[in-house]
């Protein structure tokens, strides 16, 4: 079995409706503010995917309030990419749904923002449509009966550590929220 998938962690986040969406995307975000001085040093890929209305931009909104994002937090799926920058990092949130042709990402310039010191949400990564594109974290959100269920697979060692910290943070939401 390959180092990485032997490596590869995984938890699910039953979600009943948009407040616990909103919960676990503030969880996400205690955890990368946990994470800033790892991530300024090597960067965080997160790639979300799911049906159109699973709740991928709902949750890295949430994510971004819990930063400290006050204002209009856009979807990015006509400008394609939004960018902000919260505890001492760039967060770039960006959407691939539009690409359709491997060109599309090669040629984007969208490469050049996965550096140390940025968090880049990718919406649809796999419209990238690039074999070797990768990402630390892949979050699935399905559409489940009326809530929606979130799948976290962690593919990288930052990617473990930020699921790591966000199933703490998420404990300790669920205890509160009881
Ligand atoms: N847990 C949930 N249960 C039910 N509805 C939800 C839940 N989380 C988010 N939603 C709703 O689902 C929709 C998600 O939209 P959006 O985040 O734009 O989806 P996407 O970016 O995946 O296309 C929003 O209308 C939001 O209110
Ligand atoms: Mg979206």
Known sequence: MPAAAAARLTSRFALADEAATARLGAALGQAIEALTEAIRRGGLVIGLSGELGS?????????????????TVKS??????ELY??????????????????????????????????VCA?????????????V???????????????KFDALTQI???????????????QDAAC
């Open 55 to 71: 709740g991928k931009t709902a949750l890295v909104r949430a994510v971004l309030r819990r930063l400290g994002v006050t204002g």
């Open 76 to 81: 990015p799926s006509f400008s394609l990419l």
């Open 85 to 118: 920058t919260v505890s001492r990092l760039n967060f770039y949130h960006l959407d691939f749904y539009r690409f359709s042709k491997p060109s599309d990402f090669s040629t984007s310039g969208f490469r050049d923002l996965f550096t140390p010191g940025s």
């Open 122 to 134: 990718i919406e649809w990564p796999e419209q990238a449509h690039e074999p070797g594109f990768s």
């Open 136 to 150: 630390d974290l892949q979050i699935g959100m399905q559409i489940a009966d009326s809530g929606r269920i979130a």
């Open 159 to 173: 990617g473990r550590e930020c699921l790591q910290e966000t199933n703490g943070a998420w404990q300790t939401s």
